[in-house]
């Protein structure tokens, strides 16, 4: 049993507010537009750290962070990718090797826009966790948590603030 907190597109501001909640963590997951490696080294003090870069991240994100992972976790393939899309609307950067081989969990970022559906057709669970920094669209900072259990998610979680 792993308790996961997800996160994306902090911009390089990580909301203190969010602090009790990653704590609890076993790992924290982020997808995408650290915005600068300090976020990087904020959240690796707190629990073990895998991350993506995003298009707003500079080189010295880029050098330490690749642009995909995959991994299994408990019995979950986990693929997170920064720009991904959603089910039904998948980037044309990855759809053709979703189809192909589909995960268990995909966590996208890049939209601002928090969604967790389940995609039927690939039989896969996608989350993206919107945007837990300040900066762009979205009118609330999220982060989402969970708990992976063999092949389960349970526990989900929603962690809403409202934007400073």
Do not use: C
Not at 21 to 31: F, M, N, Q, R, V
Not at 50 to 76: H, S, T, W
Not at 91 to 113: A, F, Q, V, W, Y
Not at 139 to 160: A, C, D, P, R, Y
Request: aromatic letters at 8%; proline letters at 4%.
């Amino acid at each position: 049993m792993m308790q996961i907190s997800l996160l994306s597109d902090t911009h390089g501001y990580l909301d203190n507010r969010f602090l009790p909640h990653l704590e609890h963590s076993d790992e924290i997951w982020h997808a995408g537009d650290l915005g600068n490696i300090r976020v990087a080294e904020q959240l690796s003090e707190i629990k073990p750290l895998r991350a993506v870069y995003g298009n707003i991240d500079d080189q010295m994100v880029r050098k330490i962070y690749p642009a995909e992972q995959r991994f299994f976790l408990e019995d979950m393939d986990v693929w997170i990718v920064h720009i991904g899309g959603y089910p039904g609307h998948y980037d044309r950067s990855i759809k053709e090797r979703l189809i192909e081989n589909p995960p268990d969990i995909l966590i996208t970022g890049h939209s601002h826009i928090l969604r967790i559906q389940y995609d039927n057709k690939l039989q896969l669970m996608h989350i993206n966790p919107g945007a837990a920094g300040k900066y762009g669209l979205h009118k609330v900072q999220t982060m989402v948590k969970f708990v992976i259990e063999g092949k389960n998610i349970n526990s989900l979680e929603i962690i809403e603030l409202e934007r400073k």
